[in-house]
């Protein structure tokens, strides 16, 4: 997903402060209140959280994959049965019958925004006001939807070292902090000026570290250091597990693809787009580091895309990984759907 360059919010600003205290709420399963203009609701996350009503908000890729309209949507159980609750959130396919359904406008989806940002399943139910215990805390909608804009402007540069590496020479690693206390790391090797090779890599536990087989994500980061350690460049290393959605919401998406979903699908039937990546605070990086003009290693159209609007002129070069009997699906999945060039 792209970061919308326009509305920002001032970190200092009570806004701000208001949406990443209640993203930590939300992160430890506790409810919010979200206001829009006169009207307010409290709002539950559906993972980790209690049910504050059989009434849940789901995104509008969720919506859209139930056959219903792709707006934030709510909708109404005919009671507070959880397993019920849960798979009007997840399950592949559901019964409408009993159901209520209504459009959930601003506020559905900064409920679902806001489960995204706390990394939490982006359904959450939603209650009158009257129901928040005391002390609850609260954020504006318009605040909740503006925040990753505002965010990814904040990276600043805080420590580096020089690292050498299995592939060869020593890199430069320098850590980048945003306002909130999110990292990106950006390891350069030899010289790096305008044109240098870069590769933009979304962080991939299972992959990266533990070797699966089911993506080429592990592949791709060592090919490109490979390349970078031969021809000099920049790697940058962001925290976007699971194109976004965080290990927890990947491993569910795994299982649905047990089930015979593609990535896709897996991922947008959980309520999120396909891609739910941000590039803009790469392109920060990239800039920090005095780089305007940047040969990307990527196969992903979109990656170019959210660099250039980081502000950042960009040459894709092809980076193809190891295709195997584990990701061949996968990979034709990335270029039938998502317009990969491989």
């Known amino acids: 997903m792209l970061s919308d360059p326009r509305a920002r919010l001032s970190t200092a600003s009570a806004g701000f402060v208001a949406v990443h205290r209640a993203i930590n709420e939300v992160a430890a399963g506790r409810a919010v209140l979200v206001r829009d203009g006169g009207r307010q609701v409290l709002v539950s996350p559906l993972e980790g959280g209690r049910l504050v009503s059989a009434t849940l908000a789901v995104s509008a890729d969720r919506a859209a994959y139930l056959g219903l309209k792709r707006v934030p949507t709510l909708l109404s159980a005919p009671e507070h049965d959880a397993g019920r609750i849960f798979q009007l959130a997840t399950a592949p396919g559901v019964d409408f019958a009993g159901i209520a359904i209504a459009e959930g406008a601003t506020i559905a989806a900064a409920a679902s925004e806001l489960a995204k940002l706390a990394e939490r399943l982006p359904a959450m139910t939603v209650a009158d006001p009257e129901r928040a215990p005391a002390g609850t805390l609260s954020a504006d909608a318009a605040d909740i939807l503006s925040f990753r804009a505002t965010l990814a402007g904040t990276i600043e540069p805080v420590a580096a070292a020089p690292v050498p590496l299995a592939t060869g020479g020593t890199a430069r690693m320098t ?25 933009v890599h979304s962080s991939c536990i299972t992959g990266d570290v533990f070797g699966s087989l089911k993506c080429d994500c ?108 584990e990701n061949a699906r996968y990979l034709a999945t990335k270029r039938a759907r998502s317009g990969h060039t491989l």
């Open 218 to 325: 592990g592949g791709q980061l060592r090919l490109s250091l490979q390349r970078i350690a031969a021809a000099g460049g920049v790697l940058i290393y962001t925290a976007q597990e699971g194109r976004g959605i965080g290990l927890v919401s990947k491993l569910r998406a795994y299982a649905l693809q047990e089930d015979g979903l593609d990535t896709v699908d897996a991922n947008v039937a959980l309520g999120y787009h396909d891609d739910e990546r941000d590039y803009a605070a790469a392109a920060v990086v990239l800039r920090h580091l005095g780089l305007r003009r940047v040969r990307l290693l990527t196969n992903n159209p979109r990656k170019a895309d959210g660099l250039a609007i980081g502000g950042l002129a960009v040459t894709a070069e092809p980076l193809h990984g190891p295709v195997t009997a």
């Open 175 to 199: 850590a980048f902090r945003d306002a909130v206390g999110g990292t990106v790391s950006a390891l350069a090797i030899g010289e790096v000026a305008d044109g240098a090779l870069v590769r």
